[in-house]
């Protein structure tokens, strides 16, 4: 069977590491496709990681993550070259 591709052309910007942490887990146990990337420095110079996801998804995303209480800088449409598997 062929596997589904998935753009993860979202991407959540963080204050400090611990949150993009905090927010995969939190997000992957939703259920959604995510992926802990090195954040782009033309985005935030704030963390040097950000979390990829599907833009498309944005809203519920954001939701997720404040009803969580995870902070996050900004939440960003950014389709990175080369997207990790995962």
């Known amino acids: 069977m062929a596997e ?3 753009i993860l052309d979202g991407l959540v910007t ?4 611990h949150h993009a942490m905090r927010a995969e887990k939190m997000l992957k ?6 992926a802990l990337v ?5 985005i935030s110079a704030n963390c040097g990681v950000a979390l990829q996801f599907e833009y498309d998804r944005a809203d519920a995303v954001a939701a997720l ?11 960003h449409r950014y389709r990175m070259e080369a ?3 995962g």
């Open 29 to 34: 146990n939703a259920g959604y496709r995510v």
């Open 14 to 17: 963080f204050f400090a590491s």
């Open 65 to 75: 993550l404040r009803q969580s209480k995870v902070q996050f800088e900004a939440i």
């Open 4 to 6: 589904q591709t998935t």
């Open 38 to 42: 090195p954040g782009p420095r033309e």
């Open 83 to 85: 997207a990790p598997a």
